[in-house]
């Protein structure tokens, strides 16, 4: 069974550029979470999907953060003007809403200057 | 909201030695509670978890404890290896399907 992927694994902005994460998760799971892992601290979420509906946002900075998931399936995770405090890694995660177990992809590590 | 506070933030063992990580939560109505390893560079990894309806999980190496009254709960690693070297995370949920609430880390050194 393949895990959950993301794309691209690395990002390097200037403050003020925008950026797209996308994830891919596991088959068959519908529910999809996005968390940020600033370093050397635990995630802590963004924004979760079920299907196509987000069910918590609450955390997610409107101003400047977006994200879809269109289908049910992939998402997206937008950053339109980048800064110096988004600098973290973007954690991908899903689950069946039948098990309680999240499946975390590799990450995406943007570092913006 | 969910507080999750993880009290170990760096923990040495000698190999062979048990390793204890304990944390407590706030909400009263989380109810399944994970454990994520993460190496160096890497993401998180599923290692356990324990859900409300019970006090006690072990596999193979790995227990779990769960105190619901004081809502406490600590992962115990014993026979520790070197590979059991990485920063482990733990986490509530109210209930299946539920966002995580992580706790800080705690970065486990085993010493062969």
């Known amino acids: 069974e393949a895990g959950v992927t993301q794309s691209p694994r690395y990002a390097v902005l200037q403050e003020g550029q925008a950026v797209s994460f996308w994830c891919d998760p596991i088959?068959?799971?519908?529910?999809l979470y996005w968390y940020q892992q600033p370093r050397d601290q635990g995630p802590q979420l963004l924004v979760y999907?079920?299907?196509?509906?987000?069910?918590?946002n609450s955390q997610l900075p409107s101003d400047r953060f977006s994200a879809v998931r269109p289908k049910g399936t992939n998402s997206t995770l937008k950053i339109q003007s980048a800064k110096q405090g988004d600098t973290a890694t973007y954690l991908c995660?899903?689950?069946?809403?039948?098990?309680?177990?999240?499946?975390f992809g590799p990450g995406t590590r943007l570092l913006v200057l | 909201g969910e507080k999750v506070e993880q009290h170990e933030s760096t923990l040495s063992v000698r190999e062979g030695d048990s390793a204890v990580i304990n944390c407590t939560y706030t909400?009263?109505?989380?109810?399944?509670f994970p454990w994520y390893k993460q190496e160096a560079g890497k993401s998180l990894h599923f290692v356990i978890d324990?859900?409300?309806?019970?006090d006690r999980k072990q596999s193979q190496r790995l227990i779990v404890l769960l105190d619901k009254k004081a809502k406490r709960f600590s992962l115990h690693i014993t026979a520790t290896q070197p590979e059991d070297s990485a920063i482990y995370f733990c986490?509530?949920?109210?209930?299946?399907?539920?966002?995580?609430?992580f706790g800080t880390g705690t970065s486990l050194l085993v010493d062969p």
């Open positions: 995660a899903s689950s069946w809403t039948g098990k309680d177990t999240q499946y």
């Open positions: 088959s068959g799971h519908d529910t």
């Open positions: 999907f079920r299907d196509e509906a987000v069910i918590d």
């Open positions: 909400d009263t109505a989380s109810s399944y």
């Open positions: 324990i859900r409300s309806n019970v």
């Open positions: 986490a509530a949920s109210r209930n299946m399907g539920y966002k995580l609430t």
